[in-house]
T-cell receptor
């Protein structure tokens, strides 16, 4: 079946603009994770969804970051008032259940000018 | 604070050789240890994973060795091929009631020379 998909694959924006990143998890996967991959910080956890609820938002770096998940499927990560330090690859992963293997999408490369 | 420490940062191996990447952790609550392979421009792909109730797991040319008392685990790639050239990440997560999010090592860039 299809893997995790993310869109857009690349996003270039100007400092101060808002961006929305989309993740389509593997069908039937109840758990969904967002991670960020940057040169300076490596791969770091941002937020976890179980169904439509986000019981763990501990990795979100600031209140400019938010995420939602609807219908237990698609998730959107929103970054408001983007800053240059937000430039990174944003990765989404899904798993069948909370303690199951996580499968990653191809990521969205965000560049903030 | 890096919860999972990975070495080496880069590794060059001749075709047919054995590639060995090492990871260490401190959090004894970790109970799941996957390895991911990442090619440029792609997301990490799950390669192999182990839980601490076994000391070794083998899948094809890839083997995880796990030492619970030393809090270390390693990836061995036998008969390394040029197609194995990629960045490898070890990771760890803990169960319990939390998110089970992965804590990643800093990655090892493997180059296999033909």
């Amino acid at each position: 079946g299809a893997g995790v998909s993310q869109s857009p694959s690349n996003k270039v924006t100007e400092k101060g603009k808002d961006v929305e990143l989309r993740c389509d998890p593997i069908s039937g996967h109840t758990a969904l994770y967002w991670y960020r991959q940057s040169l300076g910080q490596g791969l770091e956890f941002l937020i976890y969804f179980q169904g439509n609820s986000a019981p763990d938002k501990s990795g979100l770096p600031s209140d400019r970051f938010s995420a939602e998940r609807t219908g237990g499927s698609v998730s959107t990560l929103t970054i408001q008032r983007t800053q240059q330090e937000d430039s990174a690859v944003y990765l989404c992963a899904s798993s069948l259940a909370r303690r199951s293997a996580q499968y990653f999408g191809p990521g969205t490369r965000l560049t903030v000018l | 604070q890096q919860q999972v420490k990975q070495s080496p940062q880069s590794l060059i191996v001749q075709k047919g050789g054995i590639s060995i990447i090492n990871c260490a952790y401190e959090n004894t609550a970790f109970d799941y240890f996957p390895w991911y392979q990442q090619f440029p421009g792609k997301g990490p792909a799950l390669l192999i994973a182990i839980r601490p109730d076994v000391s070794e797991k083998k899948e094809g040319r890839f083997t995880i060795s796990f030492n619970k008392s030393a809090k270390q685990f390693s990836l061995h790639i036998m008969d390394s091929q040029p197609g194995d050239s990629a960045t490898y990440f070890c990771a760890a997560s803990s169960g319990g009631t939390g998110a089970n999010n992965l804590f990643f090592g800093t990655g090892t860039r493997l180059t296999v020379i033909p």
